[in-house]
């Protein structure tokens, strides 16, 4: 079980994250990879 710091629902991360690759723009992909530093640090 990973511990966050902040509490963000798993389910919030999944719509920012298909949010950030619908919007195709040169920070999306910035996004996405820090949100899934962020949710899977092990990665």
Not at 1 to 23: C, F, G, V, W
């Amino acid at each position: 079980m990973s511990k966050y710091l902040l509490q963000i629902p798993d389910n919030l991360h999944d719509k920012i994250r298909h949010q950030a690759i619908e919007t195709k723009q040169e920070y999306g992909e910035i996004i996405v990879e820090a949100l899934d530093k962020y949710f899977n640090p092990a990665l």
